[in-house]
C-alpha cells in the first residue's frame, strides 16, 4: 500500500486566508493547537462553556485569544477545529454547534469516534473533516516551537465545497505536522486505530508491567527494585527503538542476553488470537458501544477500577520509589 505524504512544501495555506478558526474546547491539544495556528499567521478564536463553569475560558483569555460561548465562536468561525473529548461532543454540538452552523463552514474533529458511529450528523453543506497529529498537546507545542512537527493524519468524510481536503491539510501546516509529514486516511482507519492501539498497545504494556512488578514481588523480590524493573528500564529502551527502529536496538544496542530473551521468550507472553478478536471487536463496533454505555452510565466500571488500582501495591511502591530514587 503506498501512501501520500504531505509536506510543508506541498500544502498551501491559502485555504485559511481571510478565514477566522476557531478551536473549540482549550484543553490540552485544543491550547496547543491555538497557539501554533495563531503563530503560523492564523487568526484563532476559542469557544468554551462559561467562565463560571470552566477555567479554561479565563486561561484562553490569560493566553491572548478572544474568547466567547461555543455557539458565539461557531457563528464567528469559518473553521471548526473540536477539541473536546469525545464523549462530551454530541450533547455539546446539538445544543451549541449545530443551530449556529452555515453552508459552507468546516467542522475539523481530532478524532472521528462521534461522526463514524453516528452520534454527530453534520449538515450536507458543512465540510466534515479530520486532522490529528500523533502527540499529547504539549509535545506538539514543543515540537513546534523547536521548528519541528509531529506526524498526523487527515480524512474527509463529506466535500461540501470542493476543497475539504486542502482545508484539513491547511490546519495541519498551521499546527506544523506537515513539518515532518502528514497522511491522508478514512474516519474509520483513523478511529478504529486509535481506539486498537490504545487497547493493545497502552492496555497490554501497562498490565504486562504491572504483571512483571507482581510476580517478581510475589517472589520475593525487593518491591523497589520490582518497581525498577517493571517501568524504568522500559522507559530508556522504548526511547532507543524510536530514534533507530527495533532492530537495531535488539541486535546491536542490548546485551546478547537481552537478545536471545527478546527474541525466544518474548512471543510467549502475546496472546495473539486475543489481540485479533479485540481487533475484530472493534471493528464491529463493540469497543465503541460498550464505551458509550460506560460513560452514559457514568462510568461506574472505570471509577470502580481506579479505586483498586489506585490502592494496589504497585502504585504504593510507585509514590515511595519517585520520593527515593527521583523522578
Not at 485569544?65 to 458565539?72: H, K, L, N, R, T
Not at 495541519?172 to 515532518?180: H, L
Request: aromatic letters at 8%.
Amino acid at each position: 500500500m503506498t501512501e501520500k505524504i504531505y509536506r510543508d512544501a506541498d500544502v498551501d495555506m491559502a485555504p485559511l486566508q481571510g478565514k477566522t478558526v476557531a478551536v473549540i474546547g482549550y484543553g490540552i491539544q485544543g491550547k496547543a493547537q491555538a497557539a501554533n495556528a495563531r503563530d503560523s499567521g492564523v487568526k484563532v478564536i476559542v469557544g468554551t462553556r462559561s467562565a463560571e463553569e470552566s477555567p479554561s475560558r479565563k486561561q484562553a483569555e490569560a493566553d491572548g485569544f478572544a474568547a466567547y460561548s461555543i455557539g458565539e465562536a461557531t457563528r464567528l468561525a469559518d473553521v471548526l477545529l473540536i477539541e473536546l473529548a469525545d464523549p462530551a461532543q454530541p450533547p455539546i454540538y446539538k445544543a451549541e454547534i449545530a443551530p449556529h452552523l452555515s453552508a459552507g463552514k468546516t467542522i475539523c474533529f481530532c478524532h472521528g469516534f462521534n461522526v463514524l458511529y453516528g452520534a454527530i450528523q453534520p449538515p450536507k453543506d458543512v465540510n466534515t473533516v479530520l486532522f490529528v497529529p500523533n502527540a499529547p498537546g504539549h509535545f506538539v507545542r514543543q515540537k513546534y516551537l523547536a521548528g519541528e512537527g509531529i506526524y498526523g493524519c487527515v480524512a474527509v468524510d463529506h466535500d461540501a465545497t470542493g476543497d475539504a481536503l486542502a482545508i484539513a491539510l491547511a490546519v495541519a501546516k498551521a499546527v506544523g505536522s506537515t513539518r515532518a509529514g502528514v497522511v491522508e486516511m478514512s474516519f474509520q482507519h483513523e478511529t478504529e486505530g486509535d481506539n486498537f492501539e490504545e487497547q493493545i498497545l497502552y492496555g497490554g504494556a501497562i498490565h504486562l508491567m504491572k504483571m512483571c512488578f507482581q510476580t517478581m514481588v510475589d517472589n520475593g523480590y525487593p518491591p523497589s527494585f520490582a518497581y525498577a524493573k517493571a517501568i524504568r528500564s522500559l522507559r530508556c529502551v522504548i526511547d532507543v527503538m524510536d530514534e533507530v527502529g527495533i532492530e537495531e536496538y535488539v541486535s546491536r544496542r542490548c546485551s546478547r542476553t537481552a537478545e536471545f530473551a527478546i527474541r525466544t521468550r518474548g512471543p510467549r507472553v502475546i496472546n495473539e488470537e486475543a489481540i485479533r478478536e479485540i481487533f475484530r471487536e472493534t471493528e464491529r463496533g463493540e469497543f465503541a458501544r460498550d464505551w458509550m454505555q460506560e460513560w452514559a452510565l457514568g462510568m461506574p466500571m472505570l471509577h470502580r477500577l481506579r479505586r483498586t488500582a489506585a490502592a494496589g501495591e504497585m502504585e504504593q511502591t510507585g509514590r515511595q520509589w519517585r520520593q527515593e530514587f527521583g523522578t
